[in-house]
C-alpha cells in the first residue's frame, strides 16, 4: 500500500490512519504545484483530480477522497476499532461526523489558503469557521474523543483540520474543549510519528 500525501494537508489524516492501524505501508510527497510526485512520477496520471490523498493499494486499485480512504484503513485493521462495524448506528454517527469534518471545517478553510482571497472576505470566513468551531467545542463536552470513549479515524480528520488553525493566526484557545482535544490527540504515538515523517514536528 501506498500514501501520496503532502505534508500538513489533508492527507495527514488517513497517515494517521495508517500509523494508528498498524499497517505496513510506503508514503510518497506530492508536490501540489508541479502534480509530481517525489519519484518523478506525473501525479495526474495516478489522482486525475491532482490533489492529496490518494491510497495505491496492493492490487492495484487507487482510492481517493479522505473518508473514504480512512475508513477502508479502518475496516483493514477491525481489531483496533478505529470505526464502528458497518451497518451499525455507530458506523452511521461516524459517517456523519466525517461528513460534518468534511464539509464544514475542511471546506471551510478552503479560501484562507487562496493568496489572492481578500482580507475581508478572509474576515468573514474565519466568522463562519469561529461558529463551527463552537458548535464542536460543545459537542465535545465531557467527551475524550469524537464518538466517545475511543479514538476513531473521525479524531484524527479533526485533529488534522483543526491543525491548520495555527497556519492562518486562529487561536482555538478560547474553546477550551477544542484546546484540549487538540493536546490528547497530538501526544499520541500514531499521531506523532505521522507528524515527525512528514516533517511537521522535530523527531524525538
Not at 85 to 106: D, K
Amino acid at each position: 500500500m501506498k500514501l501520496y500525501y503532502a505534508p500538513g494537508a489533508c492527507s495527514l489524516s488517513p497517515h494517521i490512519a495508517l500509523r494508528e492501524a498498524g499497517l505496513s505501508f510506503e508514503l510518497e510527497r506530492v508536490d501540489n504545484k508541479t502534480k509530481r510526485t517525489e519519484r518523478g512520477q506525473n501525479y495526474l496520471a495516478i489522482n486525475p483530480k491532482g490533489v492529496v490523498p490518494a491510497l495505491a493499494l496492493d492490487d492495484g486499485e487507487i482510492l481517493t477522497e479522505g473518508s473514504a480512504i480512512v475508513q477502508l484503513i479502518a475496516d483493514m485493521a477491525p481489531a483496533k476499532k478505529l470505526a464502528p462495524p458497518a451497518g451499525t448506528m455507530e458506523r452511521y454517527r461516524l459517517q456523519e461526523w466525517l461528513n460534518y469534518i468534511a464539509t464544514e471545517l475542511h471546506k471551510g478553510f478552503g479560501p484562507l489558503w487562496k493568496p489572492n482571497v481578500l482580507e475581508d472576505y478572509k474576515k468573514t470566513v474565519k466568522e463562519t469557521l469561529a461558529k463551527q468551531f463552537a458548535f464542536t467545542d460543545e459537542r465535545l463536552a465531557g467527551r475524550g474523543y469524537v464518538m466517545g470513549d475511543t479514538f476513531t479515524i473521525a479524531d484524527g480528520y479533526l485533529f488534522t483540520i483543526l491543525n491548520w488553525s495555527k497556519f492562518h493566526n486562529i487561536d482555538l484557545s478560547p474553546y477550551q474543549n477544542l484546546s484540549a482535544f487538540m493536546q490528547r490527540i497530538a501526544a499520541r504515538s500514531g499521531v506523532q510519528k505521522a507528524m515527525q515523517a512528514e516533517g511537521l514536528i522535530e523527531t524525538a
